[in-house]
């Protein structure tokens, strides 16, 4: 995973924010900070999963690794280049190199092509075959490998079931031959059972492929069998990021303790006590002094409100990695976890 190799993708101090409209001429200009000073890298093979609640900027990181849009600041590269100040020619022949699912087959699959049309479209669209011959060999091996039948090649979207319509996604994703598949809640609208089938399916493409997964979600509880490491976004801001096993048996930041109480089915071992947050998330115009989490934060303390803690690695971490942005860390003689 990480240490040894090279980063496919590394993301440095990304921030995003976005101007919204005056309501009267000379009103101070207001921005929503989606993403504010974000940090991470992924490992050629490694799973991050990106975990948080709705708005917290999840999507917008996402975004930016894709060339969707712009940072404010901030770089992101790909495989050691730096990829987020190219243009859209530039970048066109890199994006073959990264591909995106999203959680809506519904509306990301045109419903007027039959998957032979929508799995031929990237693959003309990069050159990858040239013969009518090539076209269908590369097509009916996609669908092996997200396990749909051949005859699927001949069907519209809408006769699939929803799991059925993800699994077309990936083919789609896949038929690039990317290195690095970025899941934005590709998995969120499904059905517990079939949820399973496709985090399987996702890990065993991993294995086979060496791909790079970049996971999108709000919900933890989907991501644990699945990824390497996790890193938990609140406002904007990474709070703790660290490997798998860490994140759920020694969670340190109180805000990840939240979401992983809420999780059914915790690690055996880990601490379980149901733990309600209280309030509502600031609104990411308008961001709170100090610790963007201290309004809700239960062991909240004076430097909380002042000073915003960075994220620094965590001195006791057994192996892996743990980075914590929290005060909590350096207050002698305690310790959230
Ligand atoms: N184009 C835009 N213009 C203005 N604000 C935006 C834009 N895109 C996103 N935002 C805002 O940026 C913040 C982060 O949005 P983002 O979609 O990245 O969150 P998310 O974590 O993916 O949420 P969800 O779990 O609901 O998908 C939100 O406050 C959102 O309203
Ligand atoms: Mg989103």
Redesign the pocket.
């Known amino acids: 995973m990480m240490g040894d190799a090279a980063p496919v993708i590394e993301v440095t101090r990304l921030k995003?924010y976005?101007p919204?409209p005056r309501k009267y001429p000379g009103q101070n200009s207001l921005q929503?900070h989606?993403?504010d000073d974000v940090s991470f890298a992924i490992g050629r093979g490694e799973t991050l999963s990106l975990v948080?609640?709705?708005?917290?900027?999840?999507?917008?990181?996402?975004?930016a690794i894709l060339g969707l849009?712009k940072p404010t600041a901030g770089e992101v590269r790909l495989d050691g280049m730096r990829i987020d100040h190219l243009s859209a020619g530039r970048l066109r022949p890199l994006r073959r190199r990264m591909q995106v699912v999203f959680q809506d087959p519904f509306s990301s699959l045109n419903p007027r092509l039959r998957v032979r049309e929508i799995l031929a479209e990237p693959i003309a669209n990069y050159a990858l075959a040239r013969t009518r011959a090539e076209f269908s060999a590369r097509i009916a091996a996609l669908l092996e490998k997200v396990r749909l039948p051949a005859d699927a090649a001949g069907r519209y979207p809408h006769e699939f079931s929803g799991g059925q319509r993800q699994r077309i996604g990936i083919a789609r994703a896949l038929a690039t031959e990317p290195e690095v598949i970025i899941c934005?809640?590709a998995v969120s609208a499904l059905d517990v059972s079939v949820k399973a089938q496709i985090v399987n399916l996702l890990a065993d493409l991993q294995d086979e492929l060496g791909l790079s997964l970049l996971f999108?979600t709000?919900d933890l509880a989907i991501v644990e069998h699945l990824t390497h490491r996790v890193a938990v976004?609140y406002l904007?801001r990474i709070l703790e990021l660290a490997d798998r096993r860490t994140l759920f048996a020694l969670p340190f930041h109180p805000y990840t303790q939240a979401l992983l109480s809420a999780v059914p089915v915790p690690e055996p071992g880990a601490r379980h006590r149901r733990m309600i947050l209280k309030g509502d998330v600031p609104s990411?115009v308008n961001l709170p002094s100090g610790c963007r989490f201290h309004t809700r934060c239960p062991h909240v303390f004076a430097r909380c409100r002042t000073e915003e803690p960075l994220l620094r690695k965590v001195e006791k971490a057994e192996g892996g990695t743990h980075y914590v942005a929290c005060h909590l860390e350096t207050r002698p003689g305690t310790a959230a976890a």
Do not use: N
């Open positions: 995003k976005f919204l929503v989606a993403v948080g609640e709705s708005g917290c900027g999840k999507s917008t990181v996402g975004r849009i934005d809640e999108i709000h976004m904007g990411p």
